[in-house]
């Protein structure tokens, strides 16, 4: 079965844009998280989403949003972008949150650059 | 929340047995442990995840003490391929935390 797909893989943006990134969990999964990488502060948790509803939130500013729809993909926005946003985010789907024995499959990610 | 504490870095040689240390002394009772391994480019791919004693699957072992203040990730025979980032997460009943630890950069060599 197809893998988490998250598009897209690049994107270079300008200081003060906003961007979206989209993210499509393997079918029947409904739960979504996205993390934030960097080579400083490693992997951080940014928000879990589970049947439309966001369950936990990561210590980010407001600038950063998320959503999941009816079908479960997920999107998360980033408003009035800074330097510091340049990242590889990653988004994990899995079929319930919480549970053990519930493992988690991580996309490839999409590389922000902000310039 | 738990936070969790790794080595930054071990070195090690094709065919041997490595093991990851990681700390948890927060853990709650609801919580269990998740590892995970990344390559370079890639996102984090689970490895093996237990509540306590030991759990073992065709690629590696876990051991958590009965305080469970700690597990051990136990990778038998390391190749090359094994050269990655391994996290260790505390993760419960709600869901994903945000405690993903620094990770451990294994490096084997042959």
């Known amino acids: 079965k197809a893998g988490v797909t998250q598009t897209p893989r690049y994107l270079i943006k300008t200081r003060g844009q906003q961007v979206t990134l989209s993210c499509s969990p393997i079918?029947?999964?409904?739960?979504v998280s996205w993390y934030q990488q960097t080579p400083g502060q490693g992997l951080q948790f940014l928000f879990e989403?589970?049947?439309?509803?966001?369950?936990n939130k990561g210590n980010f500013p407001g600038r950063f949003s998320g959503r999941q729809f009816s079908n479960s993909r997920s999107e998360m926005n980033v408003s009035t972008l800074e330097l510091g946003d340049s990242a590889l985010y990653l988004c994990?789907?899995?079929?319930?949150?919480?549970?053990?024995?519930?493992?988690?499959?991580f996309g490839q990610g999409t590389r922000l650059t902000v310039v | 929340l738990a936070k969790t504490t790794q080595p930054i870095s071990m070195d090690s040689y094709e065919g041997q047995e490595v093991n990851i240390t990681c700390s948890h002394n927060?853990?709650?009772?609801?919580?269990?442990i998740t590892w995970y391994q990344q390559f370079p480019s890639q996102g984090p791919r689970f490895i093996i995840q237990?509540?306590?004693t030991k759990v073992t699957n065709e690629v590696a072992s876990l051991f958590i003490p009965a305080d469970r203040k700690s597990s051990t990730l136990s990778l038998p025979r390391v190749s090359l391929s094994d050269t990655a980032v391994y996290y260790c997460?505390?993760?419960?009943?709600?869901?994903?935390?945000?405690?993903f630890g620094a990770g451990t950069r294994l490096f084997v060599k042959a």
């Open positions: 994990a789907s899995s079929l319930k949150p919480g549970e053990m024995n519930t493992e988690a499959f």
């Open positions: 079918s029947g999964h409904r739960s």
């Open positions: 989403y589970f049947s439309e509803t966001q369950r």
């Open positions: 927060n853990i709650a009772t609801n919580d269990y």
């Open positions: 237990g509540y306590k």
């Open positions: 997460l505390v993760e419960g009943a709600g869901g994903f935390k945000t405690i």
